[in-house]
């Protein structure tokens, strides 16, 4: 049994590794998970080329006062889904950043 860790890595070990083979070491267990997916409650499962899947279920405190899913879960999920798909396509030391 695993246990899922969330953290950073340093910029040599990110910038050493092109972005298909990150994200697979994250989903691995390689390296952890991002904080924000900590915070917020979801994980990267799946990254294959120009594709990525986050999964995540939205819990009593992901909503609004209207009684509904805040928009910025749904908002961060997509653009880490769109920013992690975009850095699967990235060659060893190239950057990126999100939206």
Not at 40 to 57: D, I
């Amino acid at each position: 049994m695993s246990t899922t860790h969330f953290g950073l890595v340093s910029p040599e070990t990110l910038m050493s590794h092109d972005g298909l083979i990150f994200l697979k070491g994250i989903i691995a267990g390689k390296f952890p998970q991002p904080p924000i997916a900590e915070t917020l409650g979801f994980l990267l499962v799946e990254a294959e080329p120009n594709r990525v899947v986050f999964e995540g279920l939205p819990e009593l405190r992901h909503y609004n006062p209207i009684g509904t899913v805040h928009g910025g879960f749904a908002a961060t999920l997509l653009d880490s889904a769109l920013a992690c798909a975009i850095f699967t396509t990235m060659l060893k030391g190239d950057a990126w950043t999100t939206l």
